[in-house]
C-alpha cells in the first residue's frame, strides 16, 4: 500500500518531503520487524530493533543513491517506473528472504557495496559515449 501511495505522491511531484517521511517509515518498520522476528524465536526483542534499523537504513543508503543516479540518466517517461522496479525488488527480495534466509544475508553485503560504491562515485562525471570522428 505504501508503495503505491509513493508512486502517486511521486507522479504529483511531492518530491524531498515524501522520501524523508517514507525512508524514516522504512527504517521503523525494518526495526519492528527484525524485533517480531527475535521474540517469535523466543530471544530479547530489543536488539532487533536497532539491527533492523541499521539494516534498513543501509538498504536505503545504497539503493536511494542508486536510483537517483538511473533516474537521471534515463529518459523522463522511464524514470517515473524506478521507484516502483525498486518496490518491487524489495518485495521479491523479502519474500525470498523469508524462505531462504541466507538471501537476506547476501542482500545486507550487496547494500554495503552499493553504498561504498554510490558514495565513492558520486563526484565522477557521467561523460557518456563518446563518438569517434
Known amino acids: 500500500m505504501l508503495a503505491v501511495v509513493a508512486y ?3 507522479r504529483a511531484r511531492v ?11 522504512g527504517i ?7 524485533a517480531g522476528v527475535l521474540a ?4 530479547e526483542a530489543w536488539p532487533g530493533l536497532i539491527a533492523g534499523a541499521a539494516c534498513a537504513a543501509l538498504g536505503f543508503a545504497g539503493v536511494a543513491r542508486l ?3 538511473a533516474r537521471r540518466r534515463a529518459d ?5 517506473l524506478f521507484t516502483v522496479y525498486g518496490d518491487l525488488a524489495a518485495l521479491g527480495l523479502a519474500a ?18 552499493l553504498a561504498v560504491r554510490g558514495r565513492a562515485g558520486a563526484g565522477d562525471k557521467y561523460e557518456g559515449l563518446r563518438i569517434l570522428r
Request: charged share 10%; no cysteine.
Open 8 to 10: 502517486a505522491a511521486e
Open 28 to 34: 521503523g518498520l525494518g526495526a519492528l520487524l527484525f
Open 96 to 113: 525470498v528472504s523469508i524462505f531462504v534466509p541466507p538471501v537476506g544475508l547476501v542482500a545486507l553485503v550487496a547494500f554495503v557495496v
Open 76 to 80: 523522463p517517461s522511464a524514470a517515473a
Open 15 to 25: 518530491g524531498r518531503p515524501l522520501e524523508v517521511g517514507l525512508s524514516i517509515l
Open 67 to 69: 536510483l537517483v543516479r
Open 40 to 43: 517469535t524465536a523466543g530471544r
